[in-house]
């Protein structure tokens, strides 16, 4: 294969990058999907169990937290067993758990069994950032990363659109069984289609070493902003999808379950512009490329004001373009930017990240409960004017010297 002068490193275009691609897409793919697959299903759980929207949302909201506190815990856990094994128990685990939470009849036993689901799916997102980071070519990493992100956007979409219109033609029981079993064919395909990493040297730690593996990151002039990029974009982002489907269900726009299901399938826009954020980064520079992408996705906020459901769609597509492509960018940013323990530095990006989408996520439901889809705007609207704040900040950062 075309590699750099050793011999090891991964160059875009060659088959091995093609077939890396496709490994990391498809555990994307089945880790996004089991993650959002009951976004579009939190009313129909607050009719069907008696929650209100903010407790509906805790079927996203707990594994999504729970994943973001054992990121800090996996990543260190994969410098010792390897990249590979860790992702790959991850995707069967996650599968295996969502087809099992489709069958229990309870609230609160199906919550603990999105809570673990949320648990086993922590094995792919900061590991899958330090393999790539540690695999690629310099040149490759954006695209790379832009693909694996895109594969996340595919997941998350697939997820809502299928258990969004089974839930209307069939039940989100079946719904949720049918993303499971989706997950299951991508882990199989993942284990068959992910090259053995060539760079990756195990590591012995001591578990008294971990605290400090994560902690000088925080000394680093970038990383710490880039850290609070991911939880302020994820926040708003869930919270605008998470509480859309709530406004729309109810007059003046009164759609149905299966509308409000294709209309996620806007994720495909996620899905284009993550590899293109990607290339555009290492065309022009990230500094350009995440403030522009952070400043489309307020602009997306400010349209889902409108009482017009063609630019309300308009503005989720907006939105969702902007999110994926600042994400795209920021997360390949951490991994260039981290010069060791990459694996922690991922999972600490991810962990806020995930945090953003439990915490704010939620919060949201409070924003939504005393002020309407107005309190959910200005809400996410200030998210994302800090966040596009700090990444002006971060347009003017020194590049390092080593």
Not at 24 to 52: C, K, N, R
Request: glycine share 12%; hydrophobic share 55%; net charge positive.
């Amino acid at each position: 294969m075309a590699s750099d002068s050793n011999g090891r490193l991964i160059r875009s275009g060659t088959p091995v990058f093609r077939r890396t691609a496709l490994a990391l897409a498809a555990a994307g793919f089945s880790t996004f999907a089991v993650l959002y697959a009951v976004q579009p299903l939190l009313p129909i759980f607050a009719e069907e169990f008696g929650v209100s929207p903010a407790e509906s949302s805790l079927a996203l909201s707990l594994p999504c937290g729970l994943l973001a506190v054992a990121l800090l815990v996996v990543s260190p856990l994969s410098e010792i067993w390897g990249r590979k094994p860790v992702m790959l128990a991850s995707l069967f685990a996650s599968a295996v758990l969502t087809i099992v939470a489709a069958l229990v009849p309870s609230w609160h036993g199906f919550l603990v069994l999105r809570a673990l689901s949320g648990l086993t799916a922590s094995g792919l997102p900061a590991v899958a950032m330090a393999y790539l980071a540690e695999e690629m070519d310099a040149q490759a990493i954006g695209l790379s990363m832009g693909l694996l992100v895109g594969g996340n956007a595919l997941g998350g979409m697939s997820g809502r659109l299928i258990s969004g219109v089974m839930a209307d033609h069939v039940n989100w029981r079946v719904g949720l069984a049918t993303i499971g079993g989706l997950a299951l064919v991508a882990a199989l395909a993942f284990w068959r289609w992910l090259p053995p990493a060539r760079n990756f040297v195990p590591r012995r730690m001591a578990w008294r070493d971990v605290p400090g593996s994560f902690g000088h990151h925080f000394r680093d002039a970038g990383l710490p902003w880039l850290f609070a990029e991911g939880f302020l974009l994820m926040g708003g982002f869930v919270c605008i999808y998470n509480y859309i489907g709530f406004r729309l269900l109810d007059p003046p726009f009164a759609l149905s379950q299966t509308v409000i299901g294709l209309i996620f399938s806007v994720y495909i826009a996620g899905m284009v512009s993550s590899p293109v954020a990607g290339e555009l980064a290492s065309r022009f520079g990230r500094r350009r490329v995440l403030w522009l992408a952070t400043a489309l996705g307020l602009a997306g906020i400010v349209m889902t004001a409108a009482d017009n459901i063609l630019l309300i769609v308009a503005g989720v597509v907006v939105v969702t373009i902007g999110f994926f492509g600042a994400h795209s960018v920021a997360s390949s940013w951490v991994g260039r930017r981290a010069l060791r323990d990459r694996a922690q530095a991922s999972s600490m990006y991810l962990c806020l990240y995930y945090l953003g989408s439990s915490v704010l996520g939620t919060a949201g439901g409070w924003f939504f409960a005393h002020a309407g889809w107005t309190g959910v705007v200005l809400f996410v609207g200030a998210l994302y004017g800090l966040a596009l704040a700090i990444a002006i900040r971060l347009s003017r950062l020194a590049a390092l010297t080593v």
